[in-house]
């Protein structure tokens, strides 16, 4: 017994020898190495979207940011100015013809202006339709800024604040993208003694404008590029085989003979 | 020491058989699909006798127009109202009743009624438009042909000049017509496409006087001009006077008047030039710039000859790239034996000895059939995988697209009726292209004889390479190792792929994108202990 349990033992390959079969039998990884379609640098951008922030009005967004890309992953969106023009719901109406009462108004959103830092750490490309291909990054952003409400009776506030959210960019080409974002904001009011929190909801829709072939990031990164064609060797070669230093018609003066 | 001798052997052969030797119009050719109807595997035209063929070549065209004058149905004569009838059709638009009014025209007439060249021209003009190219091309014949009017001449060959821009009937419209017949004085804008076809002919039989006489008459400012120079730089290179090619080569590609396919094939022929000279990064330059119809065989061919330029640069990450690309389903019945052992090679010489003997077996398992078939002694026209590498390109692949294109044409005779089928016209072109199929199948099956056993005997000889390949990796195996040949690591045994960057990295996942063929990267580390490598 002892004997067969020894060459078992023998006979069975150790740990490290199937780590080397499988060494051995890999054999490299095919990966497509694509140069990047779209590269952007300086992004303007004009954006529309909506502020549901409470039953009485929504806020209708219409707004503007730069962002600065400081690499592909890596962005500064520098400021994003954000106008809500609020509409009334019909709630509020509807409360007085019936009940004839009128809730008490808060403050509501004028305006936001946030800066923020956003990662792209995706990138790929989908098919369309099976006949066309289109780019897109998905990029998240936290940042902060300030926040404007306005009531009925109450002056203007000022309310520090915060906000984060995804975003899903469609590049259409390298001057122009189109994203979606959604951002939760939160604004932060010191009432009293208390710190009140209000939270809002912001998704708009964004064309951006990418102007630049240089980033911050790269100024005086000069790469030598090869620009020679391969024709400078048959220059090289075959001296006088360029087209631009011999006379055009061939052939004529030729003495070959069958 | 013996190693190395076979191993330089070896390759040397891999090289000539990569670039071959320098090649003329045939190889530069548009591609072909396999996959259609009629020419794949077990249902392409039966195998012919090369005397069977020639009976029926020369006497199909004049059977088919003896058909017409005679007139299959016994009508009464159509009156010379028809011919006009079928003209104001033919200038509304209105090809299918042109066509079958100029049909009963000419088939219930004598050859010498008035107008009957005009009538044969406008059917042969309508049949074209309407997508019966060859039922067209063959009235368009006889009009040039018979040249009883002269002043049809010229339309009749500016027609035929469209006609060459699809699959054509070579030998009627080229060997028959054009290099045949002496046209006289014809118009400058219809002289150059006749010189070019005439001297491109001479050409190839030989006699470069009579082509160089007949290119000379070629306008400078014309689309042939171009073309006719790289013919002519084809022989100069094929003579072995590369400096003149090159220059003709540069200046049909430099040509104002070159079209795109043709400045592609100046292109590719430089770079083969490079190549041969050993300057393979500025080859490989001059490959990048060459553009070729997506996905097609010609692209596959590009690919190869780029595997191989990349090979010599010892970019092995990126010669296995290219061939991988070669492994994509739109490449699939692209015949390249070669790239198996061209991977099998890039393995030796990364020291990846188990799979580059798995890159062998893969080759052997590949090609058992036809290698079985050979050593059989059956008809290699009967191997479906030699016929497909026979049919790959050249002057036989020119003509099993046209058979291709004949049974397209057939086929949509059904989808018109009417007037075709009340004034025989239906009849006629059945019959018209039965005849031309069947030609064609017996030219196909004569001219694959030849080709097919041109490709079995290069795999034979791939075989062999496979054979001394697989010692070769034998040997290396157990190669003796001295600890002071240790070989420094270097920036190519860097492998990381970097977070950012302008490049993006995509791992292949079974799933061919066709966007990313060109850009394949094989990540595999060099397990080489010593600088050696393979040579």
Redesign the interface.
């Known amino acids: 017994m002892k004997r067969l349990l020894l060459a078992a033992m023998l006979l069975a390959p150790s740990g490290s020898a199937w780590a080397g079969i499988e060494e ?2 890999r ?10 379609p779209y ?1 952007m640098i300086h992004e303007f951008s004009v954006s529309g979207g909506v502020i549901p922030t409470d039953a009485y009005y929504l806020g209708i967004s219409l707004g503007g940011a730069y962002t600065l890309h400081l ?3 890596w962005a500064w969106e520098a400021f994003n100015f954000q106008y809500s023009a609020n509409v009334s719901t019909d709630l509020e109406s509807e409360l007085l013809e019936a009940f004839e009462v009128t809730p008490e108004r808060d403050p509501r959103l004028q305006y936001l202006l946030t800066s923020s830092l956003v990662v792209t750490p995706l ?2 490309k989908q098919a369309v339709l099976n006949k066309g ?1 289109v780019f897109q990054g998905v990029h998240f952003a936290l940042g902060g800024g300030v926040a404007n409400f306005a009531g009925d009776d109450a002056d203007d506030a000022f309310l520090p604040q915060l906000s984060f959210g995804p975003g899903l960019r469609f590049f259409l080409g390298q001057a122009v993208s189109t994203r979606l974002d959604l951002r939760g904001i939160a604004a932060f009011d010191a009432v009293a003694d208390s710190l009140e929190v209000e939270f809002l909801f912001h998704s708009y829709l964004s064309f951006s404008f990418n102007f630049g072939k240089k980033r911050a990031t790269e100024l005086g990164d000069e790469e030598l590029v090869d620009e ?7 220059d090289e ?2 001296p ?5 230093v ?1 006379v ?5 003066e ?1 003495d ?3 | 020491m013996r190693t190395e001798i076979l191993s330089a052997a070896l390759l040397i052969g891999l090289a000539t058989s990569a670039v071959g030797a320098p090649q003329d119009e045939e190889t530069f050719d548009q591609p072909t699909d396999f996959e259609e109807e009629g020419l794949d595997g077990e249902e392409a035209p039966p195998p012919a006798e090369d005397g069977a063929l020639d009976k029926v070549t020369g006497e199909a065209a004049v059977e088919a127009d003896a058909e017409d004058i005679q007139g299959p149905n016994k009508r009464g004569a159509a009156p010379p109202e028809r011919f006009e009838e079928g003209l104001r059709a033919f200038y509304s638009d209105n090809y299918k009743d042109a066509a079958a009014l100029m049909y009963d025209y000419i088939a219930t007439n004598e050859a010498t009624v008035e107008n009957y060249e005009w009538a044969e021209y406008f059917l042969g003009v309508s049949l074209a438009r309407m997508g019966y190219r060859h039922a067209g091309a063959e009235y368009l014949y006889n009009v040039a042909k018979n040249r009883t009017r002269p002043e049809i001449l010229p339309e009749a060959l500016i027609e035929i000049e469209k006609l060459f821009r699809e699959p054509h009937d070579e030998t009627l419209l080229v060997d028959k017509l054009i290099v045949d017949s002496d046209f006289g004085f014809l118009p400058d804008y219809i002289s150059a496409f006749v010189r070019y076809h005439q001297g491109l002919s001479d050409l190839r039989a030989g006699r470069l006087v009579w082509a160089k006489r007949l290119f000379d008459q070629v306008p400078d400012d014309d689309p042939y001009y171009p073309k006719a120079l790289f013919a002519l730089a084809v022989q100069k290179w094929r003579a072995n006077k590369t400096a003149e090619a090159v220059r003709m080569f540069r200046i049909a590609l430099a040509h104002p008047q070159a079209r795109r396919e043709l400045r592609n094939e100046c292109r590719l022929a430089l770079a083969r030039v490079l190549y041969e000279r050993e300057e393979y990064k500025d080859a490989l330059k001059i490959y990048d710039s060459v553009e070729v119809p997506e996905l097609s065989v010609s692209e596959a061919s590009l690919y190869l000859e780029k595997a191989w330029t990349s090979y010599w640069l010892r970019d092995f990450r990126k010669t296995m790239g290219i061939l991988y690309a070669l492994e994509a389903p739109s490449y699939k019945d692209f015949y390249a034996p070669e790239k198996y052992l061209l991977r099998s090679l890039v393995y030796m010489n990364l020291c990846h000895y188990i799979p580059a003997k798995r890159e062998i077996r893969r080759f052997r398992f590949r090609f058992t059939e036809p290698l079985e078939s050979i050593r059989q002694r059956i008809d290699l026209r009967e191997d479906a995988v030699l016929r497909r590498a026979a049919l790959q390109d050249g002057r036989i692949g020119r003509s099993a697209d046209f058979r291709r294109m004949l049974a397209r044409e057939a086929d949509a005779i059904d989808f018109v009726g009417g007037p075709w089928i009340e004034t025989g016209l239906d009849e006629q072109l059945r019959m018209i292209y039965g005849l031309a199929i069947e030609k064609s199948d017996l030219r196909l099956g004569a001219a694959l004889r030849d080709q097919t056993r041109t490709r079995a005997e290069e795999l034979v000889e791939f075989e062999e390479q496979m054979y001394l390949l697989d010692y070769e990796v034998g040997l290396a195996i157990y190669r003796r190792l001295r600890k002071e040949d240790a070989r420094r690591q270097t920036e190519e045994d860097d492998l990381s792929i970097p977070a950012a960057g302008d490049e993006t990295y995509f791992a292949f996942r079974d799933e061919f994108w066709n966007d990313e063929l060109d850009t394949y990267d094989f990540f595999i580390d060099n397990r080489c202990f010593d600088a050696g490598g393979t040579e």
């Open positions: 051995q039998l054999s490299g990884e095919i990966i497509a190495v694509d140069e990047r590269r690499s592909d992953i990138f790929g291909i020679s064609t391969g024709y400078e060797k048959l070669l075959y006088g085989s360029d087209p631009s011999v055009l018609r061939e052939g004529a030729d070959d003979e069958d």
